[in-house]
């Protein structure tokens, strides 16, 4: 059996709220190889955020185990856990979290500053993830000069430019009109026949999740159905 790009083995996700214990996630397991392409997808309130929060090393479990690789990362110092999450994860995220005064090119390389890349490979590395999203004449653009699917797509070339394992876009059409978001989503599709990473969409809308070739659907803190990749009949779980 191939190893997975990330798995989640029962995990548990509690808060504190005003004295109360909230049970965020109840205990779910997800396995998603590489080069897959999921959808996770549920109501507000139903734990997917937390799920993917846990899923992108963003938070840590209550209890359960978090495997990127094969590696559990639940035991892993902070420090330990940011550079695992550098290595191998990239984000989208609905508001696309740019840097307003700097360039298309700098927001993309930001995230191989911190693995000590130079600057010049930092900057030809960027360049060719723009290219690679259709955004080569715009790499000297502010996010302000840049329309709301142009920057998503910076982001989505900032996500990819560190070569990750797995790609998490949280909500990544939400701030989009329909025309533009189904750009963003060929784009990603693209990105994922073409370079082989694995895509894990969290969305509230069935008809963007529909579009991935697996979804798993998340109530109430559990794993209420998932579908098998290249498979359109649902397993009812639990």
């Not at 990105?191 to 969305?203: D, I, M």
Request: hydrophobic share 40%; no cysteine.
């Amino acid at each position: 059996m191939t190893t997975p790009a990330i798995e989640a083995v029962d995990v548990t996700r509690s808060y504190s709220l005003g004295g109360t214990e909230v049970k965020a996630l109840r205990g779910i397991s997800i396995r998603i190889e590489g080069g897959e392409y999921a959808s996770i997808v549920g109501p507000s309130g139903s734990g997917k955020s937390t799920l993917m929060h846990l899923l992108g090393l963003l938070d840590r479990p209550s209890s359960g185990v978090i495997a990127v690789g094969g590696q559990d990362a639940t035991s892993l110092s902070d420090s330990e856990l940011a550079a695992l999450r550098n290595r191998t994860i990239g984000f989208v995220f609905q508001a696309f979290q740019l840097l307003s005064r700097t360039s298309a090119l700098d927001n993309v390389a930001l995230p191989l500053l911190y693995r000590g890349v130079s600057k010049s490979e930092r900057r030809e590395r960027a360049a060719s993830a723009l290219d690679a999203v259709g955004l080569g004449p715009r790499v000297g653009h502010k996010p302000t000069e840049l329309s709301g699917g142009e920057q998503q797509r910076v982001a989505i070339a900032r996500a990819l430019v560190g070569e990750p394992e797995l790609l998490l876009a949280d909500e990544p059409t939400g701030n989009l009109d329909t025309r533009t978001g189904t750009e963003v989503m060929e784009t990603l599709e693209r990105l994922n026949a073409e370079r082989g990473v694995a895509v894990v969409l969290v969305t509230h809308d069935r008809e963007i999740a529909g579009r991935a070739r697996r979804q798993i659907h998340v109530r109430d803190g559990l794993l209420e159905r998932d579908t098998n990749p290249g498979d359109n009949n649902a397993a009812v779980v639990g």
